[in-house]
Every structure is written in structure tokens, then in C-alpha cells.
């Protein structure tokens, strides 16, 4: 059996930053929000970028403490990432977020609008990869 | 003056985000695939993320119901809309797709572009050209 405690631990790390994030900036920690919010200069701007920096250095801080880096395998080739990357861009701004910001911060608040989005894009990304077992 | 604060407050919390990700394996795509192969050999891992996450989330969020406003700002910036629409149902699907295909959701693949790897940064790059993309058809629509 696998050990799942190293998933349950960082998932309350993840939890932690987003009910900092609330608590200290009153921000929902979205993070396909806080990217897209880069393009339009606005006043949060500063901290948007400083949380997506921190985001960038959190594998390196855990490689430094942990001795190795996190295990990374991907499947995918660059076309299909490619494609797979503007769907992603594409439509976590159309559905207004992705898995943290409606999944972490919206289930949180107890949010229908996010429970059903989170339940229609686990389902079909959970279809998408059924239907690509079926390809040869 | 409580600028600098939140800049610091926000660097904070994303060196904690991107610590958990890194731990809970979510940056290995792979592994999040095998969550949403239910059909094949199911990894529940990221329901272990997901669980740990609202775990402390879900209290975090119900502390900050009962206070007036958070420590470095004027207010709660809670989101506004309630609308279950079609936008967010197309929307999610599209997402679906996309993280089924790749296994890359937009943190963990930010978070994998400090490793280097050509991949994620393809997987980035075409990410922000989806979310280029749509701010030009929501553009076209309002005008």
C-alpha cells in the first residue's frame, strides 16, 4: 500500500496558505485567478506576483529540505500538453477557476456554484482519461 | 501601511502552497492521472490532498466568517457570484479535458516550472495563451 501521509500533510499545507491567504489578505487563493489577474495592472498586482514567486520556489525550498526533488512524470507529449495547456487556460477563466480556487477555497465556503463546478470538471477530466485508455 | 505586508503576507503563503504541492506529489502528473483513472489501476492520492486541504481550509475560512476584516486589509475580498450558469459548466468541461490530457492543473504546473522541465513550461506557456485567448472573446462580447 502506498503511504498517503505524505499527500494528506502537504494537502493541509495547501490548506494553510489559502486560510492565510484569507485570514492575513482577505484573497481566495485561486491560482488560474491570480495568474490571469497579472494581465489587467490593478492595485493587488504586487501581491498576486509575490504569491505566484512563492509558488515557484516552493519545489526548490522542498528539495532543499528534503534532499531530493518531487517526483514529476509526464506522460503527455508537447502537442497533446500543448492542447491540453489551452483548454486549461481557456476554461478555468470561462468557469471563473480550477481546482484550487474551487475545489480548496470553494468547497470551503460551502459554495453550490463551486461544488458543481468541481464535480463537472473532475468528472470529465475522470472521462477524458477513461476515453484514452480506449485509443490505441 | 500595510503594502509591503501583503506582498510579504502573499510570498508566504506561496512558498506554502507550492511546499504542499510538492509534497503531496501533486506535481507529478502521472500520479494525479492515476486519481482520475477510475477505470485502471485508481490512485486516491489527491483525495488525500483534497481532504487535508479543506481540513484545515474549511476552519480557516469559517474564523475568518466571525472577524471584521483580515490583519493586512480593509476586507474580505469573498467572491460575489452565486449564478451556477452555462459559462461554468463549459468552462469546467473544457478544464476536464484539458486536465485529463496532461495531468497539469494551473498550480502544480507553475509550481513544476522551477524544476525546468521543457514540458511544463509548453503546458504553461499554451495556458496563458488559452487565458489570452479568452480575455479577447469576453473583450469581443462586451464591446
Known amino acids: 500500500m502506498t503511504p498517503y501521509w505524505p499527500s494528506l500533510a502537504g494537502g493541509a499545507l495547501i490548506g494553510l496558505s489559502a486560510a492565510l491567504l484569507m485570514l492575513l489578505n482577505g484573497r481566495v487563493a485561486g491560482i488560474s485567478g491570480l495568474v490571469a489577474g497579472l494581465g489587467r495592472l490593478g492595485g493587488r498586482w504586487a501581491a498576486d506576483l509575490a504569491f505566484l514567486i512563492g509558488l515557484l520556489l516552493g519545489a526548490p525550498l522542498f528539495a532543499w529540505l528534503a534532499g531530493r526533488w518531487p517526483e514529476m512524470r509526464i506522460e503527455a507529449g508537447l502537442p497533446v500538453l500543448a492542447v491540453a495547456g489551452l483548454l486549461v487556460g481557456f476554461g478555468t477563466r470561462l468557469g471563473s477557476g480550477c481546482t484550487s480556487g474551487h475545489g480548496v477555497c470553494g468547497l470551503a465556503r460551502l459554495s453550490p456554484r463551486s461544488l458543481v463546478a468541481v464535480l463537472v470538471f473532475m468528472g470529465t477530466a475522470m472521462l477524458t482519461v477513461a476515453a484514452g485508455r480506449l485509443l490505441p | ?143
Not at chain 2, 503563503?13 to 500520479?31: I, V
Not at chain 2, 514540458?119 to 462586451?142: E, K, N, Q
Open chain 2, 1 to 143: 501601511m500595510t503594502g509591503p505586508l501583503r506582498v510579504a503576507a502573499a510570498l508566504a503563503c506561496g512558498l506554502l502552497f507550492g511546499l504542499g504541492l510538492s509534497l503531496s506529489g501533486m506535481l507529478d502528473p502521472a500520479r494525479v492521472r492515476g486519481f482520475l483513472d477510475v477505470t485502471g489501476a485508481w490512485d486516491p492520492s489527491l483525495a488525500f490532498v483534497l481532504a487535508g486541504a479543506l481540513a484545515v481550509s474549511s476552519l480557516g475560512y469559517a474564523l475568518a466568517r466571525r472577524l471584521v476584516r483580515p490583519a493586512l486589509d480593509g476586507r474580505f475580498h469573498w467572491p460575489s457570484r452565486t449564478r451556477i450558469d452555462a459559462p461554468l459548466i463549459l468552462g469546467a468541461v473544457l478544464f476536464g479535458i484539458g486536465w485529463g490530457l496532461s495531468g497539469f492543473c494551473p498550480g502544480p504546473a507553475i509550481a513544476a516550472l522551477s524544476t525546468g522541465a521543457v514540458p511544463a513550461l509548453v503546458f504553461v506557456a499554451a495556458m496563458l495563451a488559452g487565458m489570452a485567448g479568452h480575455r479577447l472573446v469576453a473583450a469581443g462580447r462586451d464591446r
